[in-house]
């Protein structure tokens, strides 16, 4: 028995792209039922299609058969859906997948036209997983209608922390996030428990990488270029190895994401793409360049420590090179916010190992407190470093509200208050357009 997953893109061009992907074996359901209906399509879940956001990749699970790769659309126009697939931004759109009984509808609303002066709020997100403190987050950011989009900065299902990297949890999982991900573009990360190292795994023939091989196969959860024929990838730059590193553009930001987990050092894939993403960030069309990444840069916290250090040492230079705004990662289950400094000085030789205040420099923020099985992350390394603005144990997920080029809105939102309170907050002025010293 094989489950089937399925994509379609909705692009500027209105084609419907369709490709049946046999994957892995069939899973029992648990947690979150499967929607009634045999073979009724599940775990749906959108991101963004191509690099500047006119097109939407919708993926699917049906769990029993191949089922129809089809995705009708329209405008909701607000009084009734107005059949019509023009292209809009910032526009409404109903889309229905499944056949006859088992039919689904969702919806999603385009981006603004990228643009220097573009608002949009991203919510961000990290180490989800499916406890009780997930649902806590998701329901918590579910429940903030501001969200338009997520920055997910890795580790999603948390599978492989059962036996035999249990697939049954990616169904569960996939259910889960549904209320969300099917109705916003999320941005993803990989973290370090979607490796999934175990050689023991029996893959697909097709199947010719063992590393990532379920976050980049399974559920077609990212940008699905290996196997819909045809979808215009984010970036077509050959070095990208995406959906491990690539960028995208949406509204005023350009996004790049980063891969902690595959090579970096000087001549890899990854950083010959990086080198040559950068100077392509257009700051009069994005003003506001943000980077993701699973394992932080910078973290006080006694979990991890030091495990992003390599990757600092090679890119940092860059990203203060070209005033990254802000760098989001997880990996430690807990939240910490810097203030925006460097360590670039440094050299083995010269001794110069303090973090000094740098308007080049980015504000790094570890927000790897989703809520996983693993638990939270309570203990601190002391002193509390003189970069380290703010740092909590507590599980939380944060929204960033870029307002205008030059100025953006940022809180942080703790599980145990509503909504409205932010446990953390930040005018963030941008790097290029406005590069004081923030409050
Ligand atoms: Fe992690």
Redesign the pocket.
Known sequence: MSQHCSCSTISRHHEFLREEVHCFPRFTHRGIPSPPGYNAPQQVHITQGDQVGRAVIVSWVTPSEPGSSHVKYWKDSGDGSEPGYKERYDTKYIYEIGDGDTARWFSFTTPPPIGPDASYTFGIIG?LGQTSDSNQTLEHYHSNTKGQAVLFV??LSYADDHPLHDNNRWDTWGRFVEKSVAYQPWIWTA???EIDFLPEMVLPSNVVTKLFVLYIYRGKLFHSSHSCTGITPPTKHPKSTFPLWYSIKRASAHIIVLSSYSAFGKYTPQYQWLEEELPRVNRSETPWLIVLL??PMYNSYDY?FMEGEAMRVMFEPWFVQYKVDLVFS??VHAYERSHRFSNVAYRVSNGQCTPAYDKSGPVYITI?DGGNVEGIANRFTEPQPSYSAYREASFGHAMLEIKNRTHAYYTWHRNQDSEPVAGDSQWFYNRHWYPHEEP
């Open positions: 180490d890795g580790d973290g370090n428990h699973h394992s991890h997880g990996h790897g």
